[in-house]
């Protein structure tokens, strides 16, 4: 048994049993991947997969029980990988880190300011994208860290943990009718057209969520997913706009009112999430705690060992 047959296993699986997407990924022929999972197999003294012909079509019994211990072993040996290179290097290496537009734009530029100056050796990416998609990147390795609002609590193979809440505002132009209203109700905000976030972006399913209940339809007639996109299309009067509290800045959004809609809409839970049973450098932790001080390296590290005994672990705020 060796690595080579485990990432052959594992490629199979993640890439629905397609061998010439195993070969792309693993950066080897489809001959060679047959060949690594028949010799584990013949290893093991059982079949993991089905076979059409020369086609693999799924799991059998003991290839779906023992997905998970392949799964297992190739993290533990990134896990020696990762240990090894926080004692040979501590302060050097890379950080991915996937999460939504706002959350670049608005929350984490303080944490990013922060995390550069405490370590200058350390590569920072951004990988911006929808909520699943963010989720993939965490689940396949592909980053470290995942941080959004949405999606991130329901991906139970995750390890998620809320940071903290956040409301939604209405802005409208100083002139607006609105503007003057100490306390908008959701018909108020309804009497004119919305420019708000993509259905799976920021918040937006409470906002659907509360117009529903009212029974109201409202008239939303451009999403984005930037807020800054949006608050553009309410100075050019396409409509009043529905936004996360932190994109407004009153400073350079002057020519904006800000209405609060904490009482129109529900709040919403920012969320941070890693793969269960991963071994995180140091300055990882360093980097959650920056940007939501109460999940210390020991909050995290001991929800990594519940974790790993396949225990569902609740945090809340």
């Known amino acids: 048994m060796n690595l080579q047959q485990l990432r052959a296993v594992r490629e199979t699986s993640h890439q629905n049993f397609n061998l010439t997407l195993v070969a792309e990924a693993l950066h080897t022929t489809q001959p060679a991947i047959s060949r690594q999972i ?57 950080l991915v880190v996937a999460t939504t537009h706002t959350q670049a734009r608005y929350a984490l530029p303080r944490v990013v300011a922060q995390f550069r100056k405490k370590f200058p050796q350390v590569k920072l990416a951004f990988h911006q994208a929808e909520p699943q998609r963010i989720v993939d990147a965490v689940r396949s390795g592909e980053a470290d ?9 329901r991906a139970t193979d995750l390890l998620s943990f809320p940071c903290y809440t956040w409301n939604h505002v ?24 919305i420019v708000t976030y993509e259905i799976i972006f920021t918040g937006r399913p409470h906002i659907d969520e509360a117009f529903a209940r009212a029974a109201i339809e409202p008239d939303i007639v451009l999403t984005a997913l930037d807020s800054d996109v949006i608050k553009t299309y309410v100075r050019e009067g396409l409509g009043i706009g529905i936004i996360a509290a932190m ?20 709040s919403n839970v920012t969320r941070l999430a890693i793969r ?42």
Do not use: C, M
């Open 38 to 94: 028949r010799e584990l197999e013949q290893e093991l003294g059982v079949e993991l997969f089905t076979r059409r012909g020369k086609r693999l079509t799924g799991h059998t019994a003991a290839g779906a029980a023992t997905l998970p211990i392949v799964e297992r072993l190739l993290q533990e040996q990134a896990n020696l990988r990762t240990a090894a290179a926080d004692f040979k290097s501590r302060d050097q290496g890379e």
């Open 170 to 193: 209405v802005v409208v132009p100083k002139d607006h009718p609105l503007a003057r209203a100490a306390r908008p109700t959701l018909a108020d905000v309804a009497l004119y057209p």
């Open 276 to 317: 269960r049973g991963v071994e995180l450098r140091s300055y990882v932790y360093d980097f959650i705690e920056l940007f939501a001080p109460t999940l210390t390296r020991a909050t995290i590290a001991q929800a990594l060992r519940v974790g790993a005994t396949g225990e569902q672990a609740a945090y809340s705020i």
């Open 247 to 266: 994109a407004f800045d009153a400073r350079s959004d002057a020519d904006l009112v800000a209405l609060d809609a904490a009482h129109l809409f529900a």
């Open 145 to 153: 860290i995942g941080i959004a609002t949405e999606s991130l609590a």
